[in-house]
């Protein structure tokens, strides 16, 4: 069984569309998160959920919002899409802010 | 502020070498240090770990102790293969923040 899973694994799509990212975890952790990785494998948190509530909102643009409808859950939804916005999505989990995290497969995103 | 500083990449080595990744950070209080490492096309999984000063994280050969007089955590491991190409991350995590903060990534290629 898959601890963190995001659908889907790659995603192809036109400036303007409006696309979503889904994650789940089954590993009973508390809390979630959304990472955006460049192509020079840079990794940037965007957003932490605990216990279903935002904890950190980072520096992104209002296009993205996430959503958590349960613990298990974490999806991102991005409006408008532009071309810096193609990238590779990770979402992970952890029990606690301060534990290891576990990362999904991650999700690439294309914007043409 | 906090923040962690590793060494630019790529690292080339033939296989048996001996490596050695650094990583310095800054943090205020006692962080918990952490080295995460990314195969081709996968997210980021756990390779060790340490949560106090003179602690020594260890796993599948690699190692590397948490120096708070030098603030540093250096990545090492004895021989390596071919299959140890990858991503590694270094990160922190403090309290006050409550997030953990990446480094920037050094990409290993191992030759056979």
């Known amino acids: 069984d898959t601890a963190v899973s995001q659908t889907p694994k790659y995603l192809v799509t036109q400036m303007g569309n409006d696309k979503s990212i889904k994650c789940e975890q089954n590993l009973g952790h508390d809390t979630m998160y959304w990472y955006k990785q460049d192509s020079k494998k840079f990794l940037k948190i965007m957003f932490s959920y605990n216990n279903k509530e935002l904890i950190i909102n980072e520096t992104v643009p209002n296009r993205f919002s996430p959503k958590s409808p349960d613990k298990a859950h974490l999806n991102l939804h991005i409006n408008s899409l532009e071309l810096g916005d193609s990238a590779v999505y990770f979402c992970a989990s952890s029990q606690g802010e301060r534990y290891e995290q576990y990362f999904g497969p991650g999700t690439r995103l294309t914007v043409t | 502020g906090n923040s962690v500083t590793q060494m630019e990449g790529p690292v080339t080595l033939s296989e048996e070498a001996f490596l050695t990744i650094n990583c310095t950070y800054t943090a205020t209080g006692y962080p918990s240090l952490f080295w995460y490492v990314q195969y081709p096309g996968e997210g980021l999984q756990l390779l060790l770990k340490?949560?106090?000063?003179?602690d020594k994280g260890s796993n599948k050969g690699f190692e590397a102790t948490y120096r708070k007089e030098t603030t540093s955590f250096h990545l090492e491991k004895g021989s390596v293969q071919v299959s140890d190409s990858a991503v590694y991350f270094c990160?922190?995590?403090?309290?006050?923040?409550?997030?953990?903060?990446f480094g920037a990534g050094t990409r290993l290629f191992v030759k056979a």
């Open positions: 990160a922190l995590f403090y309290t006050g923040g409550f997030k953990t903060i």
């Open positions: 340490a949560t106090k000063a003179d």
